[in-house]
């Protein structure tokens, strides 16, 4: 599933760039089209490791509210139990 989505992300990042270099910012076309694969190619070699560092970043704040959750628990049942 992972191959199938870098190539689908690689293809729509190479549209893209095809998209901006044909409008003659680069004046050879094979120039253009290399371009274009090249960076069809890191976006494709590239999304895991993104995609991985979002889903850390969640995972760690998920857990730090957790912690924060058990922390505040405890301590409205210390001061319960000092009330009573």
Sequence with gaps: MQ???GVVLGA???FIVLLI???SI???QN???LIAVVVGAIVAWLWPWVIGMILVRRSRSRQKQRV???VDREMAERDAAAKR
């Design 12 to 14: 729509v990042a190479t």
């Design 26 to 28: 680069v004046a050879d």
């Design 68 to 70: 924060s959750d058990q």
């Design 31 to 33: 120039k253009g089209y």
């Design 21 to 23: 270099t044909s409008t």
């Design 3 to 5: 191959r199938f989505i």
